[in-house]
């Protein structure tokens, strides 16, 4: 009869002092798994076994335990007292729960079992990865070349290098019931409000799911409105993008198996910064800014302009253009807003299929070619305007100025849809899209911060880091934290619309 027992705390079941018993245990929970490997032994009469995935092991762990145990001297210590002193491999845990060691063994850790003792050794094993390199999404030409990786201890070293405080903080869970991903939760103490961390742990802790594999998972979890197409949750692959976040009195969460970190909470004008305005003269950080929300209207707006102005408001276009585009129009088949929207779907379906082209065989090279091929081709063969041809290929590529690539996707569809209201209502139709946009971004929170924050509800000291950056000694960082935290505590208040908000999250789960 087994003597596993029930631990009262953990609800798991307690190692036995039987090896066999022990080894059979973990054999009939992982049957069927041929890579696990499973080492007999025995050192000084004393029966041991190693237990770890083949394909996750590090072999220069298993050099490293057979030598040390080979130096134990039976006269002068037991061989268990030997790993606690004096076993010179670093981080050796000591677990005496069947739950612990399969958590262990499936994160790619070696296990120790010794008969006659109900505790085993983990030793740890860095399980093969890609090394640190500069992120592909982010890319700069000055600050840090380092980007997160898909371990999710390398990526807590990054932030832990950079803010080397002991009020950083770091709590971990687990979730996905089966494939018990490890999350962490990062924020500095006394910087982060005490009250949105507690609300970012209950928001984890309340994710029931099979499986997290990516960010993206976490983040449709916990979003404040997830109906919304807009994105709450800033994602980022740049160290010290997270640690300008935790400094600036947010909170970070990492997710094991993907070099993308959120940042929460999250407002508009966060989707408008990116880690090179930290890195130039503030002047030329504020004037791309400027350039950033000019490319936004661009992109949203340009092509509804066009359409609104060509299809019912010609009397608005000064004469000698009018004519020209006239002229262009007298021979095509379609009107301009079919025009407009053929292009647009042509240069969605050659961007998709640019991203999913090998790089070998081109990838972006072949997708810019693309663009203008088919462009040129459809003008010469008397299909769309030129100008129509100008319009839309100008907004198409100025919204790749956003430095958000969910945000930008999200500025393109609706751009879209305010075009086919334009091209039915004219500028009416413009103006009620627009206002409907309004409407939908300023009722919209990110863990009880409105997302319009600094701008609506106005604090004046978050506004250096808005339409401008601020010179570093403008900055009053405490005092516009104080007024984050304000915020925070005001909207949260008894707010039935924030109440709302969380029930509608809690029925889409």
Same mark, same amino acid.
């Given at each position: 009869?087994?003597?596993?027992?029930?631990?009262?705390?953990?609800?798991?079941?307690?190692?036995?002092?039987?090896?066999?018993?022990?080894?059979?245990?973990?054999?009939?929970?992982?049957?069927?798994?041929?890579?696990?490997?499973?080492?007999?032994?025995?050192?000084?009469?004393?029966?041991?076994?190693?237990?770890?995935?083949?394909?996750?092991?590090?072999?220069?762990?298993?050099?490293?335990?057979?030598?040390?145990?080979?130096?134990?001297?039976?006269?002068?210590?037991?061989?268990?007292?030997?790993?606690?002193?004096?076993?010179?491999?670093?981080? +050796?845990?000591?677990?005496?729960?069947? !739950?612990? =060691?399969?958590?262990? #063994? &499936?994160? /790619?850790?070696?296990?120790? @079992? %010794? $008969?006659?003792?109900?505790?085993?050794?983990?030793?740890?094993?860095?399980?093969?990865?890609?090394?640190?390199?500069?992120?592909?999404?982010?890319?700069?030409?000055?600050?840090?070349?380092?980007?997160?990786?898909?371990?999710?201890?390398?990526?807590?070293?990054?932030?832990?290098?950079?803010?080397?405080?002991?009020?950083?903080?770091?709590?971990?869970?687990?979730?996905?019931?089966?494939?018990?991903?490890?999350?962490?939760?990062?924020?500095?103490?006394?910087?982060?409000?005490?009250?949105?961390?507690?609300?970012?742990?209950?928001?984890?802790?309340?994710?029931?799911?099979?499986?997290?594999?990516?960010?993206?998972?976490?983040?449709?979890?916990?979003?404040?409105?997830?109906?919304?197409?807009?994105?709450? +949750?800033?994602?980022?692959?740049?160290? !010290?993008? =997270?640690?300008?976040? #935790? &400094?600036? /009195?947010?909170?970070?969460? @990492? %997710? $094991?198996?993907?070099?993308?970190?959120?940042?929460?909470?999250?407002?508009?004008?966060?989707?408008?910064?990116?880690?090179?305005?930290?890195?130039?003269?503030s002047f030329l950080s504020s004037a791309i800014r400027w350039v950033r929300f000019f490319g936004l209207l661009v992109a949203l707006i340009l092509p509804s302009f066009y359409i609104g102005l060509t299809m019912y408001?010609?009397?608005?276009?000064?004469?000698?253009?009018?004519?020209?585009?006239?002229?262009?129009?007298?021979?095509?088949?379609?009107?301009?807003?079919?025009?407009?929207?053929?292009m647009l779907i042509t240069f969605e379906v050659i961007r998709e299929a640019g991203f999913r082209m090998p790089k070998t065989l081109g990838g972006s090279t072949v997708t810019i070619l693309g663009l203008l091929l088919?462009?040129?081709?459809?003008?010469?063969?008397?299909?769309?305007?030129?100008?129509?041809?100008?319009?839309?290929?100008?907004?198409?590529?100025?919204?790749?100025?956003?430095?958000?690539?969910?945000?930008?996707?999200?500025?393109?569809?609706?751009?879209?849809?305010?075009?086919?209201?334009?091209?039915?209502?004219?500028?009416?139709?413009?103006?009620?899209?627009?206002?409907?946009?309004?409407?939908?971004?300023?009722?919209?929170?990110?863990?009880?911060?409105?997302?319009?924050?600094?701008?609506?509800?106005?604090?004046?000291?978050?506004?250096?880091?808005?339409?401008?950056?601020?010179?570093?000694?403008?900055?009053?960082?405490?005092?516009?934290?104080?007024?984050?935290?304000?915020?925070?505590?005001?909207?949260?208040?008894?707010?039935?619309?924030?109440?709302?908000?969380?029930?509608?999250?809690?029925?889409?789960?």
């Open positions: 009869m087994l003597e596993h027992v029930k631990n009262r705390e953990t609800h798991s079941e307690l190692l036995s002092a039987s090896l066999h018993e022990n080894v059979a245990f973990i054999k009939n929970t992982f049957e069927e798994c041929d890579d696990l490997v499973y080492h007999f032994a025995e050192i000084e009469t004393k029966k041991l076994c190693f237990i770890y995935f083949a394909d996750m092991i590090n072999s220069q762990t298993l050099f490293e335990m057979e030598q040390g145990l080979l130096r134990v001297n039976h006269n002068e210590e037991d061989l268990p007292t030997f790993i606690r002193n004096r076993l010179s491999i670093n981080n +050796v845990e000591e677990v005496n729960d069947l !739950d612990s =060691v399969m958590k262990q #063994l &499936l994160a /790619g850790q070696a296990i120790l @079992l %010794i $008969d006659q003792e109900k505790h085993a050794f983990i030793f740890p094993s860095n399980t093969a990865g890609r090394n640190i390199t500069e992120p592909s999404t982010e890319q700069t030409i000055k600050g840090p070349k380092e980007g997160f990786i898909e371990n999710i201890q390398t990526n807590v070293m990054l932030i832990r290098k950079r803010i080397r405080n002991p009020a950083l903080k770091i709590q971990h869970m687990t979730l996905g019931t089966k494939t018990n991903t490890q999350v962490s939760v990062a924020y500095v103490k006394g910087v982060a409000n005490d009250e949105m961390v507690q609300e970012v742990l209950e928001r984890l802790a309340q994710i029931k799911i099979d499986g997290i594999l990516d960010s993206q998972s976490v983040a449709t979890m916990i979003n404040d409105a997830p109906k919304s197409p807009f994105p709450t +949750v800033v994602t980022t692959e740049r160290p !010290d993008r =997270v640690c300008g976040a #935790l &400094l600036d /009195g947010k909170i970070a969460i @990492l %997710i $094991d198996g993907t070099p993308f970190v959120l940042t929460v909470p999250a407002v508009f004008f966060d989707f408008f910064k990116s880690s090179e305005d930290y890195f130039e003269n408001h010609q009397d608005l276009i000064q004469t000698p253009f009018l004519i020209r585009i006239a002229a262009s129009r007298e021979d095509l088949p379609y009107p301009v807003l079919v025009e407009a929207i053929f088919i462009g040129q081709i459809a003008v010469q063969g008397g299909l769309i305007g030129a100008v129509t041809m100008i319009f839309i290929s100008l907004a198409a590529l100025v919204s790749f100025i956003l430095p958000d690539y969910e945000f930008h996707q999200i500025i393109r569809f609706s751009g879209f849809i305010i075009l086919i209201l334009t091209g039915v209502f004219g500028f009416m139709g413009l103006l009620v899209g627009l206002l409907f946009l309004l409407t939908h971004l300023v009722s919209l929170r990110s863990f009880g911060v409105p997302y319009f924050a600094p701008i609506s509800p106005a604090t004046r000291a978050g506004w250096k880091d808005v339409f401008i950056r601020a010179p570093r000694w403008a900055v009053n960082m405490e005092s516009a934290r104080f007024d984050i935290d304000r915020i925070y505590r005001q909207e949260n208040s008894g707010d039935p619309a924030r109440k709302e908000q969380k029930g509608d999250r809690d029925e889409e789960k």
